[in-house]
T-cell receptor
Framework: EAQVTQNPRYLITVTGKKLTVTCSQNMNHEYMSWYRQDPGLGLRQIYYSMNVEVTDKGDVPEGYKVSRKEKRNFPLILESPSPNQTSLYFC???????????FGPGTRLLVL | GIQVEQSPPDLILQEGANSTLRCNFS?????LQWFHQNPWGQLINLFYIPSGTKQNGRLSATTVATERYSLLYISSSQTTDSGVYFCAPDQTGANNLFFGTGTRLTVIP
C-alpha cells in the first residue's frame, strides 16, 4: 500500500531535549516536505526536498533541521525544542512526474 | 512568500446544496493545489491545477493564474464533505507550497 509514515504519532517532551520525527515513503517519490499546522495559521512549510541531498528552507525553518540521505526518508530534527514548537507536524511526498501529493498521518508534539 | 487568502473562512450547508470556495494569491505561481482535511485530520490532495478547469465527480476547480485566483466548486454536498479546504500555490515548481488558512465547511443532514 502506497503510504507516508511518521513516527512517533504523539510526543511530549521538555524544552531543550533533542528529538527526531521520522518520515518514510514507499513510493519512490523525489519530492518530500515537512509542514506544521497551528490553529488559525493553516499549514506552513518548514523544509522541502527535491531529491537526495537536496533540501531547501520553507516558510518557517528556524529551529528545525532536516536531512535527505536516502530517497525514502526525510527526518525532521529539533535540536533544542522550545514551547513555541508545540504543533501538529505533517510530512508529505510527491513524485516529480505526477500531481498527487501524499500526506502522512501527522505527529502531535507538545513541548513543555 | 506568497500571501494566500481564502474565503469564506466558515461555511455551513444543508446536505445537497452547492458551494463555491475562493482562493486569492498575491503573486504569480507555478502551480496550485487544493486539499481537503477531514475531521480526523487526514489531508487529501483534491486537485493540482495551475490553470484551467478540472473536474472530479462532484468537485471541480478553476484557476485563473493571470488574475491570481482559484475556485473550488462542490455540488450536491454530502456530510462527508465536511472538513477544512486548503488551497496551496507553489511559486517555484519544486513543491514549495504556501497554504491559505482554509475554509471550514460543515454539511448538515
Amino acid at each position: 500500500e502506497a503510504q507516508v509514515t511518521q513516527n512517533p504519532r504523539y510526543l511530549i517532551t521538555v524544552t531543550g531535549k533533542k528529538l527526531t520525527v521520522t518520515c518514510s515513503q514507499n513510493m519512490n517519490h523525489e519530492y518530500m516536505s515537512w509542514y506544521r499546522q497551528d490553529p488559525g495559521l493553516g499549514l506552513r512549510q518548514i523544509y522541502y526536498s527535491m531529491n537526495v541531498e537536496v533540501t531547501d528552507k520553507g516558510d518557517v525553518p528556524e529551529g528545525y533541521k532536516v536531512s535527505r540521505k536516502e530517497k525514502r526518508n526525510f527526518p525532521l530534527i529539533l535540536e533544542s525544542p522550545s514551547p513555541n514548537q508545540t504543533s501538529l507536524y505533517f510530512c508529505a511526498s510527491r513524485s516529480r512526474l505526477q500531481e498527487t501529493q501524499y500526506f502522512g498521518p501527522g505527529t502531535r508534539l507538545l513541548v513543555l | 512568500g506568497i500571501q494566500v487568502e481564502q474565503s469564506p473562512p466558515d461555511l455551513i450547508l444543508q446536505e445537497g446544496a452547492n458551494s463555491t470556495l475562493r482562493c486569492n494569491f498575491s503573486d504569480s505561481v507555478n502551480n496550485l493545489q487544493w486539499f481537503h482535511q477531514n475531521p480526523w485530520g487526514q489531508l487529501i490532495n483534491l486537485f493540482y491545477i495551475p490553470s484551467g478547469t478540472k473536474q472530479n465527480g462532484r468537485l471541480s476547480a478553476t484557476t485563473v493564474a493571470t488574475e491570481r485566483y482559484s475556485l473550488l466548486y462542490i455540488s450536491s454536498s454530502q456530510t462527508t464533505d465536511s472538513g477544512v479546504y486548503f488551497c496551496a500555490p507553489d511559486q517555484t515548481g519544486a513543491n514549495n507550497l504556501f497554504f491559505g488558512t482554509g475554509t471550514r465547511l460543515t454539511v448538515i443532514p
